[in-house]
């Protein structure tokens, strides 16, 4: 549920993918502003043009492997499996029509998960970094970590508090669990320094693109995401030093 829910009702998930879009624009030019105003060049951030190919390329493994790992626990369960493009949300309890499924796709890919990973990893936790000047580098960047995964958080009261009408002890599982999840895009961002990555892994979070649909109860599964991810990181940082591919350092200027 969104903001236009509670002011227009109900809505299809069609019509709720439809009004993401120009909020997510609108969430972008604001955090390309702010970026302007700090004078940050968008390649220190680790958006080099040469970090693409690197991060679709690793993004479309955690793809692969999720889905292996969906029809393993499957598997393991006895529960009746169907294969299918995005099977996961075009059956029950989901049951999106296709039009449904890609324009909602196009919204978590093409600007939730890149806008906020821009403004929370990009922006604020880089922000953050270079403005502590206490501890080692290593202590200032979990420190940013923990700063924006927090903030990234809390940025969610209020759509869960007014809009959802969550109560309290629902909103802070909740907090905790999105909390949990910036750390973990912020510690893959520290250890790849690669923004683009972890703005794909961020919109296929929110949708996972599973063609085996094991029903709702075995994904997600945070223990297999979390295995999943660390590897990568993992990977990666091996992977980009055998590229040769640079680790951008950001400078911020007040």
Request: hydrophobic share 55%; charged share 10%.
């Amino acid at each position: 549920m969104t903001v236009s829910t509670w002011l227009f009702g109900e809505l299809s998930p069609i019509e709720g993918g439809l009004w993401t879009i120009p909020s997510g624009l609108i969430q972008f030019g604001i955090a390309l502003a702010i970026l302007r105003y700090d004078r940050v060049d968008h390649r220190a951030l680790g958006l080099a043009p040469r970090l693409v190919r690197p991060a679709l390329a690793a993004t479309a493994v955690v793809v692969l492997v999720a889905n292996v790992a969906v029809a393993g626990l499957g598997m393991a369960a006895g529960t009746p499996i169907s294969v299918g493009l995005m099977e996961y949300y075009l059956t029950a309890p989901f049951d999106y029509s296709v039009t449904g499924v890609a324009i909602a796709a196009v919204a978590m890919y093409v600007f939730t998960g890149p806008v906020e990973e821009l403004a929370f990893r990009g922006y604020l936790q880089n922000k953050v970094v270079s403005q502590v000047t206490v501890g080692s580098p290593t202590t200032q960047t979990i420190i940013g970590i923990l700063s924006a995964a927090v903030c990234f958080a809390l940025l969610h009261i209020p759509a869960y508090l007014i809009i959802r009408e969550q109560n309290i002890g629902a909103i802070l599982g909740t907090l905790v669990l999105l909390a949990a999840t910036g750390i973990l895009f912020g510690g893959m961002y520290a250890a790849t320094r690669n923004l683009y990555l972890v703005m794909f892994l961020h919109g296929i979070g929110n949708l996972w693109p599973l063609v085996i649909d094991p029903g709702t109860a075995l994904w997600p599964n945070w223990g297999v995401i979390l295995v999943l991810y660390l590897f990568l990181a993992v990977c990666y940082r091996w992977w980009a030093a055998d590229l040769t591919l640079p680790i951008p350092k950001l400078q911020v200027t007040n």
